[in-house]
T-cell receptor, first 114, second 115 residues
Framework: KNQVEQSPQSLIILEGKNCTLQCNYTVSPFSNLRWYKQDTGRGPVSLTIMTFSENTKSNGRYTATLDADTKQSSLHITASQLSDSASYICVVSGGSGGSYIPTFGRGTSLIVHP | DTEVTQTPKHLVMGMTNKKSLKCEQHMGHRAMYWYKQKAKKPPELMFVYSYEKLSINESVPSRFSPECPNSSLLNLHLHALQPEDSALYLC??????????????FGPGTRLTVL
């Protein structure tokens, strides 16, 4: 069964600090992995998308890495800001038999304190 | 235009009401999705449309009825809902279904409350 596990479940950091969120998946064959930011009560917003051949992708203060061999990804946030407080969701597409339905992780809830 | 829009933003309805949620995109995407999201949970897939045809129905109760009138519009018709159907309903679209083309763009959601 395709699964996406994220850790930690929640994280509290001080403004200006860096943090790293983790995503492990069992989706196979692998197509792509995406990180989304979701503010409470709003739709998810895409941060990065990576395919098999890409092992790092940056979007401003967000840097995602992918190790397709170990089926792990991380999202690093640099110099955090109060507006980074949100849920960060890892989504993996792929699967057997040509399945393309993305599998969602449960998300990491990040709180940035002043 | 690079966004997915959803109306209404908020909806309160009784269990005997009939209402509809609307979703629109003008990015030329040919796949559109409905998701249901409860608080502190990831979105759960409900329906997938590809080229205006229903491609996937994730065993959703018949009180939810999707409709795709054209490639830019997606509706979700609601009838005889239950209080447990209260949730954030998200619409998403993507260029296609396979590979990199299934990068999904989400709308802001409709917050539905069933009394």
């Amino acid at each position: 069964k395709n699964q996406v596990e994220q850790s930690p479940q929640s994280l509290i950091i001080l403004e200006g600090k860096n943090c790293t969120l983790q995503c492990n998946y069992t989706v196979s064959p692998f197509s792509n992995l995406r990180w989304y930011k979701q503010d409470t009560g709003r739709g998810p917003v895409s941060l990065t998308i990576m395919t098999f051949s890409e092992n790092t992708k940056s979007n401003g203060r967000y840097t995602a890495t992918l190790d397709a061999d170990t089926k792990q990804s991380s999202l690093h946030i640099t110099a955090s800001q109060l507006s980074d407080s949100a849920s960060y969701i890892c989504v993996v597409s792929g699967g057997s038999g040509g399945s393309y339905i993305p599998t969602f992780g449960r998300g990491t809830s990040l709180i940035v304190h002043p | 235009d690079t966004e997915v829009t959803q109306t209404p933003k908020h909806l309160v309805m009784g269990m005997t009401n009939k209402k509809s949620l609307k979703c629109e995109q003008h990015m030329g995407h040919r796949a559109m999705y409905w998701y249901k999201q409860k608080a502190k949970k990831p979105p759960e897939l409900m329906f997938v449309y590809s080229y205006e045809k229903l491609s996937i129905n994730e065993s959703v109760p018949s009180r939810f009825s999707p409709e795709c009138p054209n490639s830019s519009l997606l509706n979700l018709h609601l009838h005889a809902l239950q209080p447990e159907d209260s949730a954030l309903y998200l619409c998403a679209s993507s260029l296609g279904l396979a590979g990199r083309y299934n990068e999904q763009f989400f709308g802001p959601g409709t917050r539905l409350t069933v009394l």
